[in-house]
């Protein structure tokens, strides 16, 4: 049944058998680990806080992410898209809306950290659950946009999967992407940046590294960086001269971003790491030392 579709223009059969378990196993991988920090979170009450809130936020748009990908990942096993067109254009909205709502509360967790270190101020329940809807909403509303004419949905080179359509590089395609990439990727980027600078000098005063302050923006450039830059350059050139293996890459490294995050924010969080300890094994969490927080309140 498989050979009865031809193969995706610029793809040998090793091409999407390579391309399609990578999608597989991050698709996979990021499901697993993202449900445990959910079901963590859900299952521990000490796990409950504001700022737990953003990280099991984060999981559940990452775990979207990860979804998204294991669609596409059957699809390039069959070499064909098999859900039509109404079924891509769901597809491109899901995944653009998962995708952007990630990178939100990767600056969202930034942010409250810089608060929790810098300012010594705690992030109250009615701050981090209007900031979490504002995400969603924000985040649904540009996706929304390419749904109604202002961008477009189209499949990725590989045919597995859709997202922004940016072959075609018109004004309409540029006057949507310069005002979503600068609300969606370079604000988030400035918040994240800003941050953990401030959070590394803190450190660097107290001589007391709780992590590596330059990991969270390092990592949001690797995930989804190539993204942003194939969308720009196919504002000033024409993308299709790219080679559809270089530009399945932006998607495939895209697509490593909910298993990075869940290292980085739950596993790499000594509180949540010890609500998934509790919530495999039963052993209760040991209170964490944590910095004195004044009476103040975001």
């Not at 059957?74 to 597809?91: A, K, N, V």
């Not at 080179?157 to 992407?177: A, E, F, H, I, Q």
């Not at 990991?215 to 559809?244: D, M, Q």
Request: glycine letters at 6%; charged letters at 15%.
């Amino acid at each position: 049944m498989v050979s009865a579709y031809p193969l995706p223009e610029g793809f040998s059969d090793f091409d999407v058998f390579s391309f399609g378990s990578f999608l597989l196993v991050e698709g996979l991988l990021g499901i697993i680990l993202n449900a445990v920090t959910i079901v963590a979170f859900c299952k521990v009450k000490e796990l409950r806080t504001p700022s737990n809130f953003l990280v099991f936020s984060l999981a559940m748009a990452d775990i979207g992410i990860s979804m998204n990908a294991s669609v596409a990942a059957f699809s390039s096993f069959l070499r064909y898209w098999p859900y039509g067109s109404d079924g891509c254009q769901t597809h491109g909205f899901q995944g653009f809306t998962v995708a952007l709502a990630s990178i939100h509360f990767v600056a969202a967790i930034a942010w409250d950290r810089y608060h929790q270190y810098c300012t010594r101020t705690k992030l109250q329940w009615s701050s981090a659950v209007t900031l979490s809807v504002f995400i969603w909403l924000f985040s649904a509303f540009w996706s929304a946009m390419p749904l109604i004419g202002w961008g477009t949905y189209d499949y990725e080179p590989l045919r597995s999967c859709c997202t922004l359509d940016y072959t075609k590089g018109d004004r309409n395609y540029v006057s949507y992407l310069i005002p979503m990439t600068v609300f969606n990727m370079v604000v988030q980027i400035f918040v994240v940046m800003s941050s953990y600078q401030s959070i590394d000098q803190k450190f660097k005063k107290t001589g007391n590294p709780r992590f590596n302050a330059s990991t969270p923006l390092k990592t949001l450039l690797f995930c989804w960086g190539p993204y942003g830059i194939l969308a720009f350059y196919a504002a000033i050139e024409n993308a299709s001269l790219v080679s559809p293996k270089l530009r399945m890459m932006a998607p495939i490294l895209a697509k490593t971003a909910p298993t990075f995050n869940v290292f980085l924010y739950a596993l790499g969080n000594e509180n949540y790491r010890g609500g998934i300890w509790q919530l495999l094994t039963g052993e209760k969490i040991v209170p964490q030392e944590v910095p004195q927080i004044e009476n103040k309140s975001k």
